[in-house]
């Protein structure tokens, strides 16, 4: 039992002070290319990273504190080095604090019955919403071209479009009120916004459907972007 706490201590993420040293210390290790140091740098790595002697000792010397030697090749390029820290810190944390499936795109629903099992059997914490449209109606079209750009940008909700005649109620979506679009969270409407694109401009775009959806407070918080990206702007 002991040594499985040990592996779980050493492994885990720390907190506090000494913990955040720690756990740069890893990262920093892990980021810098080893190849390209000088020789003495290279020894240091070694010694740092992989330390002789126990597990024991070894877990000693994840805690001691930092020697004047690390402490000038840490602070090497530390601004850079940080930004990265720092951005993995905060994609750590958010998907931690993200719950629930993600989804690619937007799913093509071809029954009522579909239908009825998205809105019923989706998770509970996921925002459902689904376009409902007919082929020649004007501004269909135009929404399912912007919610294949919002699908890409909340990856959280789940996105869906059904034909108002394969949803088995034709009747009720008539012309006059396409497009719509539900949104249901938990099995509940949220919203129920019937022939939509009135609320909108002649022409509209993706991020006016998201500035509507935002105004009633049904979109979740946006993803954060990817690491990559962010690194490619910070070299621009």
Known sequence: ???????????????????VINDWRRFKLES????????????????????????????????RKMSVQEYELLKEEDEGCLKKYRRRCM??????????????????????????QVIEKEHHTTVVVVHIYKVGIKGCEELNNCLDCLAT???TVKFCRIDAVASGASERFSDEVLPTLLVYKAGEL?????????????????????????????????????????????VE
């Open 32 to 63: 810098m290319e080893q190849e390209n140091l000088p020789p003495a740098k290279r020894e240091l790595l070694r010694q740092m990273s992989t330390p002789g002697g126990p597990k024991d000792d070894s877990r000693a010397n994840l805690n």
């Open 91 to 116: 994609q750590e944390m958010h998907d931690k604090l993200s719950f629930g499936p993600k989804f690619e795109g937007v799913h093509d629903l071809d029954s009522g019955e579909a239908f009825l």
């Open 1 to 19: 039992m002991s040594d499985k706490i040990i592996d779980l201590e050493e492994t885990a993420t720390h907190t506090g002070p000494k913990g």
């Open 190 to 234: 949220l919203g129920n916004f019937l022939a939509c694109t009135q609320n909108l401009t002649e022409e509209f775009f993706a991020t006016d459907v998201e500035a509507f959806l935002n105004s009633y407070g049904l979109l979740p918080e946006k993803e954060m972007p990817m690491l990559e990206d962010e690194e490619e702007n910070d």
């Open 153 to 155: 940008e909340y990856p």
